[in-house]
């Protein structure tokens, strides 16, 4: 039986209690435990302590380097706000620690870059959560599409109900950029048409990505429509395969779940998975970490590859139309 590897994690707000608190209690307390929860660290040391008391941590804290050095962990689990996340990632680096953080890498994509240079220098097993390559309905759709290949087109959809914040784009949209991006490679140039709301900085985004292969996506992501629903579609010859993601990201009375078509008919449907810990790619993406711990080498979802996503988040809330490596954004970026 392998001893569990001892966890230590830095933030316990809203979203790690509803999901990853959870997610990681669950494994801890599996039959034979890959992990074990030895602490929490918060600012706020009452939330500190409620998280440790509701998931099973085994100390509060609220200085993490203090205690990193006193439970000498084997892994970090970082879930802080994002404009803290560059400079919690800077400091624990150098323990040369496996490292799991939240998403968006930086809030910039200088910082994005940085950390990738960071974890290359240092040598750090890395991965940042973003849970749609997780996703077991967007897993069978990535595996379906290069099973069936060539893929002829991609379209996606993000639609949310009074989302107005100004920087959706790189704070949530992201989200499909970077799906997309896993599924069909690396993006050449981007089309941005932005749909500004009256009397706000909330804008909707009607992108369209043209990626190395030559393969066209449209991605449509409307902050206020009504309702809630991410879907996401790929052709080949003769079929296509729909999947639309639920657990929260599309609204109940839409049905969520993968169907397939081919001449005319339906081939295959499955309902979404009840399970939102599993629905959501959240037990997923943290076994994908764990295995990439063992491995002792980095995943797919790794800072040097998620930096991409972040380019081009914060080329699409800056409205840019061209080639990405031409982009160059305005400072400030999630104040744009």
Known sequence: ?????????????????????????????????????????????????????????????TDFQRMIDEIQPDLIYCMVQPHVTAGVLEHIFPYRLPIFTEKPPGVSIEEAERLAGLAEEYGVVNYVAFNRRRMPGLQHLHHWAHANAPIRYVRAEMLRNRRLESDFAIGTAIHPLDYLRFLCGEVVEIRTHCLPYTGTRAMDYLVQLRFASGLVADLAVLVDC?????????????SSM???????????????????YRDNRVVLEKAGDLDPLIAGGFVAEHQAFLDSVTRGSNSDCCLQNVHQSLRLAVAVQQEYSGAVIDFCPRPNSMDS
């Not at 707000?13 to 494994?27: E, V």
């Not at 729909?242 to 109940?252: A, D, K, L, N, R």
């Open 1 to 61: 039986m392998t001893k569990p590897l001892r966890v230590v994690q830095i933030g316990a707000g809203a979203f790690a209690r509803t999901f990853h608190g959870p997610t990681l209690q669950r494994l801890s307390r599996a039959a034979n435990p890959p992990i074990s929860l030895e602490a929490i660290c918060d600012l706020d040391l009452g939330r500190a302590f409620a998280f440790s008391s509701e998931f099973g941590y085994g100390k509060a804290y």
């Open 226 to 238: 009504g309702m809630l629903r991410e879907r996401y579609l790929v052709q080949v010859e003769n």
């Open 242 to 260: 729909e999947v639309t993601i639920g657990t929260g990201y599309t609204s109940e009375f839409i049905a969520a779940g993968e169907v397939v």
